[in-house]
């Protein structure tokens, strides 16, 4: 069965009059022995005088139990409050043989705005802290924003890199794969060239192989050709020149004797005619030392009169050489307005002596003035 207990202008613990409705599920128990107190307490009443009965005492104990709260823990605790009245009223109307299936809190208010006011402030509070919320939702989500950007960039530069870092290693990679592909052309053009060179190694051996035997064959042929040609020169011309050349070695060695003979005797002439002359050239030479030993004995017992005999025997050669231009000259012409014949003769006599001097080193006018009755 359902029931709607209601409490009006019951005063709570604080004194304020609320008015409080609830919703009650009470069923009859089936055990034996509380089936017969349920029949005890209601027998030969009707279902309204059993509900207004039970109705009673729930609002009995949920007047009991709204005194001993307060405001708030009615409004703001409904289901502990209704827990509250369904555990104290349970055993009261369990001892009727009802039992209680759920209670409930319907509606609670007042005739004094108490929770008008409450429910502004708390408005106001929640409202201030709902703007609250809002600011630092937003400021949460600004923040969260801006990590989630600076995340999204994060991730964007490590992609960026890690892409980098594979194009890198890409490139790397095909560098070294590239590398490794051009050695093994390079290797494999290399080996193909080489052994195309060892094929015409070979091939080059062996033409010089044929060449070799075709010219041991032609030298066979050559040897065979001059041993031919020796044999054939030798009855034809050697052996006649051999008898030639010792014919003419023969009179050779005799005309070599001969003029080695002559050479000597010849040679023999010409030493003593050496010999000879030398012997006259010394003895020449003696003569001419002799005799100018003797000029410088004569010299020098005389002394300055035979320096003077030398100078005055000297004297027709100097004149003969200065004379010399002259010889070739057919006339001579004097000009001038007065006869200086005479004066250019006694000058040019007056300096042959200083000539004589630097000519031989003989003072003319010293030699001249040791000469008994001689002027300088």
């Not at 014949?341 to 003035?369: E, H, W, Y």
Request: hydrophobic share 40%; glycine share 6%; net charge negative.
């Amino acid at each position: 069965m359902t029931l709607n207990p209601m409490c009006e202008g019951v005063e709570t613990a604080q004194g304020v009059p609320l008015t409080v409705t609830g919703v009650a599920q009470c069923k009859i128990m089936k055990a034996d022995e509380l089936l017969g107190t349920a029949s005890e307490q209601f027998l030969g009443k009707s279902v309204k005088e059993i509900k207004q009965t039970i109705l009673q005492t729930l609002e009995g104990h949920l007047r009991a139990i709204l005194g001993t709260l307060t405001v708030e823990e009615v409004y703001k605790d409904r289901d502990q409050f209704a827990a509250l009245v369904r555990e104290v009223a349970a055993p009261d109307v369990g001892r009727m043989g009802i039992e209680i299936l759920s209670f409930t809190i319907k509606d609670v208010y007042d005739d004094v705005q108490y929770l008008a006011s409450l429910g502004k402030a708390q408005t106001a509070s929640v409202k201030r802290d709902a703007d609250a919320g809002v600011a630092e939702a937003n400021r949460d989500a600004g923040i969260r924003e801006a990590e989630c950007e600076k995340s999204a960039m994060d991730v964007k530069y490590s992609t960026d890199t890690k892409i980098e870092d594979n194009a890198r290693m890409y490139k790397l990679q095909k560098a070294n794969f590239d590398q490794e592909i051009n050695t093994a052309k390079a290797e494999s053009q290399l080996a193909y060239e080489l052994q195309a060179a060892k094929i015409k190694q070979r091939i080059r051996n062996e033409e010089i192989q044929i060449d070799v035997v075709e010219r041991r064959k032609q030298i066979e042929i050559e040897a065979q050709e001059i041993l031919r040609k020796e044999r054939e020169l030798t009855a034809t011309v050697r052996l006649p020149a051999e008898s030639e050349s010792y014919r003419v070695q023969t009179i050779a060695q005799g005309k070599q004797a001969q003029t080695i003979e002559a050479a000597r005797a010849e040679s023999e002439k010409i030493k003593q005619l050496g010999l000879a002359e030398a012997h006259a050239i010394k003895l020449v030479g003696k003569a001419e030392a002799e005799r100018m030993k003797m000029k410088a004995t004569v010299y020098k017992q005389y002394g300055d009169a035979a320096i003077m005999n030398i100078v005055l025997e000297s004297l027709p050669k100097i004149a003969a050489e200065i004379a010399a231009p002259l010889a070739k000259t057919e006339e001579i012409v004097l000009i001038g307005g007065n006869d200086t014949t005479t004066a250019d003769v006694n000058r040019l006599v007056g300096q042959l002596p200083p000539a004589i001097n630097a000519l031989t080193g003989v003072d003319l006018s010293k030699v001249f003035s040791k000469i008994p009755g001689a002027k300088a």
